[in-house]
C-alpha cells in the first residue's frame, strides 16, 4: 500500500473518532499566505501534490483534489494510483468543492471537519453553508496525523532601507485613517494579518517563508498605539528600537487571541478586511468585527518616484545578468557539454548573486525545456531536469530580490539551428512566439483613461492570441512588491473579477505583463516583462517597461522568426 493511501486511512480513522464524516483543507496557512513554509503544507503530505494551489476533500470512501489549469498534467502525474480524484477546477461541468458538499449533505446530513486556522472567511462561509455542521481540525491533530511534520522557521529581522517612507510616517498615516472612520463610540483597533502588508508597514523584511521577505507576525493599530506580534525571541536590540523610535510597542506572536479577548471584553471593535480573516479568527472576533477595505495594500501597491529610479537600476543588472546567463549557456552547448534544466537554473543563479544588492531568487526558477514548458508552473525537481538537447524550445520565468527591488522576466530561446528542427512544427512554433510576442507588447503600449482596472486590460492583452485560435489559463500580469512577494494584488490584470482586478490603475502601480500560449506535449511561449503606470501628458496613462535587457537578442527574434 503506498504512504498516501496508508496516510489517507489514519485520517479517515482519525476525523471519524471526532464525529465528522469528511476532512477538508487548503494549501494556506493562519495569514493566508501564497506561499506557505512546510509545517503548513499539510494538503501535500496527505496528497502527494506539490503545486501551489489546491483543495483537497476525503470522505469515508472517496477523495478528491481540485486544482486550476496550471496543474492538471502535474495533478494526473503526481494522484497516479493514489485513490485521489482530480477535479479539474474551472471546466466545465466540474462542481465547486461547496457544490459537491451540498449535493452529499442533500442526500444525507454530513459534519466536516478542517482547520479553521488556514481557512480562508470567503471559502469558509461557503462551505459552511454547504454542511450540516463543521468542526475544528486543530494544530495538534494536524501534528499527530503527521508525526515528521517540519518546525516551523524564524529567521531574524533586518530593516529595509530602501523605502522612500519612513515606518514612523506610515503608520502615522494609517492611524489618521482609523481615527477619519471610527465613529462608534467604542474604541476600534486594526487588525493587519497579511505579511506583506505588515513588512511594508514596519520596512522590515524577514526570511520565515521561502522566496518571501517576510515574517511570521500579526499587526494590531489603533489612532493612538500600536503593536506588533512576532517572534520576539530572534529581535536584535537595533531593530527593537528602530521599531520602538517607529512608534510600535513588541509582543509575543501568541499573544493576539488574547489581547483580542480582552480589548473586545472591554467593547471594543474590531476593524479588519473580509479576505484577510481566517475563520478561526473570524469565529473570536465576529460579534465585535467591523469590515473594512483598509487601504494598506493599495498604498503598499504604488510605489515612489524614488523608490522606482532604484527598481530600474536593479532591472538593468538583472536584465545583464540574464543575458549573460544565456550567452554561457549557448557556449557550453556548442563546446558539447550535456547540460539540464538544473544546470540552467544553477548558472543564472550564479550570474545574479553576483549583483551588489542580491538577497535571494523571489520565487523558484522555472527551466523548462519543449514540453515541460507547457506547464505554466513547472520547476525541475532537484537533479532530475530534463536535459538540453538543441534543437529545442528553453523557457525561463525567474525574479530576484535585491535590496532596492524585485524582479521577475520570462524568455523563450530556440537553441541549436532551426534548420535541424522539422520545419511544419517550426512554422507553428512561429505562430505562437508571434502572438505572444504581439500580446505581450499590446500590454506595454496600451494607452487608457485613469480609472481602467485590469479586466478591461486584460482584454486588449489577450486579442492577438485570441486572435489566432488560443487562449491561456492565468492572468495576464500581477502586481509585484517592493523588495517584497513577487506576486502583489492590486494591481492585477486577469478576466477574473476579483478586488485587485477591479482596482484601477494608478501611477506607480508596478505590474508583470505574461501572456502566454501552451501546446502540452510540445512547448510553452511565455513572455514577461515588468511594467510600470506612468502618467501621459494628456491625462492619460500608459505603462513605461522597466525591463532592461535587449529584447532583440533574448528573444526568438535572433532566429529570425516570421512576423516580427
Same mark, same amino acid.
Given at each position: /500500500?503506498?504512504?498516501?493511501?496508508?496516510?489517507? @486511512?489514519?485520517?479517515?480513522?482519525?476525523?471519524?473518532?471526532?464525529?465528522?464524516?469528511?476532512?477538508?483543507?487548503?494549501?494556506?496557512?493562519?495569514?493566508?499566505?501564497?506561499?506557505?513554509?512546510?509545517?503548513?503544507?499539510?494538503?501535500?503530505?496527505?496528497?502527494?501534490? %506539490?503545486?501551489?494551489?489546491?483543495?483537497?476533500?476525503?470522505?469515508?470512501?472517496?477523495?478528491?483534489?481540485? &486544482?486550476?489549469?496550471?496543474?492538471?498534467?502535474?495533478?494526473?502525474?503526481q494522484l497516479l494510483n493514489s485513490g485521489i480524484a482530480l477535479m479539474r477546477d474551472g471546466e466545465k461541468d466540474v462542481?465547486?468543492?461547496?457544490?459537491?458538499?451540498?449535493?452529499?449533505?442533500?442526500?444525507?446530513?454530513?459534519? *466536516?471537519?478542517?482547520?479553521?486556522? %488556514?481557512?480562508?472567511?470567503?471559502?469558509?462561509?461557503?462551505?459552511?453553508?454547504?454542511?450540516?455542521?463543521?468542526?475544528?481540525? +486543530?494544530?495538534?491533530?494536524?501534528?499527530?496525523?503527521?508525526?515528521? $511534520?517540519? #518546525?516551523?522557521?524564524?529567521?531574524?529581522?533586518?530593516?529595509?532601507? =530602501?523605502?522612500?517612507?519612513?515606518? =514612523?510616517?506610515?503608520?502615522?498615516?494609517?492611524?489618521?485613517?482609523?481615527?477619519?472612520?471610527?465613529?462608534?463610540?467604542?474604541?476600534?483597533?486594526? @487588525?493587519?494579518? #497579511?505579511?506583506?502588508?505588515?513588512?511594508?508597514?514596519?520596512?522590515?523584511?524577514?526570511?520565515?517563508?521561502?522566496?518571501?521577505?517576510?515574517?511570521?507576525?500579526?499587526?494590531?493599530?489603533?489612532?493612538?498605539?500600536?503593536?506588533?506580534?512576532?517572534?520576539?525571541?530572534?529581535?536584535?536590540?537595533?531593530?527593537?528600537?528602530?521599531?520602538?523610535?517607529?512608534?510600535?510597542?513588541?509582543?509575543?506572536?501568541?499573544?493576539?487571541?488574547?489581547?483580542?479577548?480582552?480589548?473586545?471584553?472591554?467593547?471594543?471593535?474590531?476593524?479588519?478586511?473580509?479576505?484577510? *480573516?481566517?475563520?478561526?479568527?473570524?469565529?473570536?472576533?465576529?460579534?465585535?468585527?467591523?469590515?473594512?477595505?483598509?487601504?494598506?495594500?493599495?498604498?503598499?501597491?504604488? #510605489? &515612489?518616484?524614488?523608490?522606482?529610479?532604484?527598481?530600474?537600476?536593479?532591472?538593468?543588472?538583472?536584465?545583464?545578468? *540574464?543575458?549573460?546567463?544565456?550567452?554561457?549557456?549557448?557556449?557550453?552547448?556548442?563546446?558539447?557539454?550535456? @547540460?539540464?534544466?538544473?544546470?540552467?537554473?544553477?548558472?543564472?543563479?550564479?550570474?545574479?548573486?553576483?549583483?551588489?544588492?542580491?538577497?535571494?531568487?523571489?520565487?523558484?526558477?522555472?527551466?523548462?525545456?519543449?514540453?515541460?514548458?507547457?506547464?505554466?508552473?513547472?520547476? +525541475?525537481?532537484?537533479?532530475?531536469?530534463?536535459?538540453?538537447?538543441?534543437?529545442?524550445?528553453?523557457? !525561463?520565468?525567474?525574479?530576484?530580490?535585491?535590496? $532596492?527591488? &524585485? &524582479?521577475?522576466?520570462?524568455?523563450?530561446?530556440?537553441?541549436?539551428?532551426?534548420?535541424?528542427?522539422?520545419?511544419?512544427?517550426?512554422? $507553428?512554433?512561429? $505562430?505562437?512566439?508571434?502572438?505572444?510576442?504581439?500580446? /505581450?507588447?499590446?500590454?506595454?503600449?496600451?494607452?487608457?483613461?485613469?480609472?481602467?482596472?485590469?479586466?478591461?486590460?486584460?482584454?486588449?492583452?489577450?486579442?492577438?492570441?485570441?486572435?489566432?485560435?488560443?487562449?491561456?489559463?492565468?492572468?495576464?500580469?500581477?502586481?509585484?512588491?517592493?523588495?517584497?512577494? !513577487?506576486?502583489?494584488?492590486?494591481?492585477?490584470?486577469?478576466?477574473?473579477?476579483?478586488?485587485?482586478?477591479?482596482?484601477?490603475?494608478?501611477?506607480?502601480?508596478?505590474?508583470?505583463?505574461?501572456?502566454?500560449?501552451?501546446?502540452?506535449?510540445?512547448?510553452?511561449?511565455?513572455?514577461?516583462? /515588468?511594467?510600470?503606470?506612468?502618467? #501621459?501628458?494628456?491625462?492619460?496613462?500608459?505603462?513605461?517597461?522597466?525591463?532592461?535587457?535587449?529584447?532583440?537578442?533574448?528573444?526568438?527574434?535572433?532566429?529570425?522568426?516570421?512576423?516580427?
Amino acid at each position: /500500500m503506498s504512504e498516501i493511501k496508508t496516510r489517507l @486511512l489514519s485520517l479517515r480513522s482519525a476525523i471519524k473518532a471526532m464525529g465528522a464524516d469528511a476532512f477538508y483543507c487548503a494549501l494556506s496557512d493562519a495569514h493566508l499566505s501564497e506561499y506557505i513554509q512546510k509545517a503548513d503544507q499539510l494538503l501535500s503530505f496527505l496528497s502527494g501534490f %506539490t503545486g501551489s494551489n489546491a483543495e483537497f476533500l476525503v470522505t469515508a470512501d472517496k477523495a478528491f483534489l481540485w &486544482t486550476d489549469s496550471r496543474y492538471w498534467e502535474q495533478a494526473e502525474r503526481q494522484l497516479l494510483n493514489s485513490g485521489i480524484a482530480l477535479m479539474r477546477d474551472g471546466e466545465k461541468d466540474v462542481p465547486s468543492v461547496a457544490e459537491w458538499l451540498s449535493e452529499v449533505n442533500a442526500k444525507k446530513s454530513t459534519v *466536516l471537519a478542517l482547520p479553521l486556522e %488556514t481557512l480562508p472567511l470567503e471559502r469558509y462561509k461557503k462551505i459552511r453553508e454547504s454542511v450540516s455542521k463543521v468542526i475544528d481540525f +486543530p494544530d495538534e491533530a494536524i501534528t499527530k496525523e503527521w508525526p515528521d $511534520r517540519p #518546525k516551523r522557521e524564524i529567521s531574524s529581522l533586518y530593516i529595509h532601507r =530602501a523605502s522612500s517612507v519612513s515606518a =514612523a510616517d506610515k503608520l502615522k498615516r494609517l492611524q489618521k485613517y482609523i481615527e477619519s472612520i471610527n465613529t462608534q463610540a467604542s474604541p476600534s483597533a486594526l @487588525l493587519l494579518t #497579511k505579511l506583506d502588508d505588515i513588512a511594508w508597514l514596519t520596512n522590515l523584511r524577514g526570511a520565515d517563508i521561502a522566496f518571501n521577505p517576510v515574517f511570521l507576525s500579526w499587526a494590531w493599530v489603533l489612532p493612538d498605539s500600536a503593536t506588533l506580534f512576532l517572534h520576539d525571541e530572534i529581535l536584535d536590540d537595533q531593530v527593537a528600537q528602530y521599531l520602538k523610535e517607529a512608534g510600535w510597542m513588541i509582543a509575543p506572536y501568541a499573544l493576539l487571541e488574547k489581547t483580542i479577548e480582552g480589548f473586545i471584553g472591554q467593547g471594543g471593535k474590531v476593524l479588519a478586511r473580509e479576505s484577510d *480573516l481566517n475563520a478561526k479568527l473570524y469565529s473570536q472576533i465576529k460579534n465585535a468585527w467591523v469590515p473594512v477595505k483598509h487601504p494598506v495594500s493599495l498604498w503598499k501597491s504604488v #510605489k &515612489t518616484k524614488e523608490e522606482i529610479a532604484g527598481l530600474k537600476e536593479v532591472m538593468k543588472a538583472d536584465g545583464e545578468a *540574464l543575458q549573460a546567463f544565456i550567452d554561457e549557456l549557448k557556449v557550453r552547448l556548442a563546446n558539447g557539454e550535456k @547540460l539540464t534544466e538544473n544546470d540552467a537554473v544553477d548558472i543564472l543563479h550564479q550570474k545574479r548573486s553576483a549583483i551588489e544588492g542580491f538577497i535571494g531568487e523571489s520565487f523558484g526558477t522555472i527551466a523548462a525545456v519543449d514540453a515541460n514548458a507547457a506547464l505554466p508552473h513547472y520547476e +525541475p525537481e532537484e537533479g532530475k531536469g530534463a536535459q538540453i538537447v538543441p534543437p529545442c524550445i528553453l523557457l !525561463v520565468d525567474s525574479g530576484a530580490h535585491y535590496d $532596492r527591488g &524585485t &524582479t521577475d522576466t520570462t524568455r523563450v530561446w530556440f537553441l541549436g539551428d532551426p534548420k535541424d528542427y522539422p520545419q511544419e512544427k517550426l512554422q $507553428r512554433l512561429k $505562430r505562437d512566439y508571434t502572438a505572444v510576442f504581439l500580446a /505581450m507588447k499590446t500590454l506595454s503600449e496600451a494607452t487608457f483613461k485613469p480609472g481602467t482596472n485590469g479586466v478591461e486590460l486584460d482584454r486588449v492583452a489577450r486579442a492577438p492570441i485570441q486572435a489566432i485560435g488560443a487562449d491561456f489559463g492565468h492572468g495576464t500580469g500581477h502586481g509585484i512588491g517592493l523588495t517584497l512577494n !513577487v506576486h502583489e494584488t492590486p494591481p492585477s490584470i486577469s478576466p477574473r473579477e476579483r478586488e485587485g482586478t477591479l482596482t484601477p490603475f494608478e501611477p506607480g502601480m508596478v505590474t508583470s505583463d505574461e501572456p502566454g500560449i501552451y501546446r502540452p506535449g510540445e512547448w510553452g511561449i511565455r513572455i514577461e516583462n /515588468m511594467l510600470v503606470c506612468v502618467e #501621459k501628458e494628456d491625462g492619460m496613462l500608459g505603462f513605461e517597461t522597466l525591463t532592461q535587457c535587449e529584447i532583440d537578442r533574448t528573444l526568438l527574434m535572433e532566429n529570425s522568426l516570421v512576423g516580427l
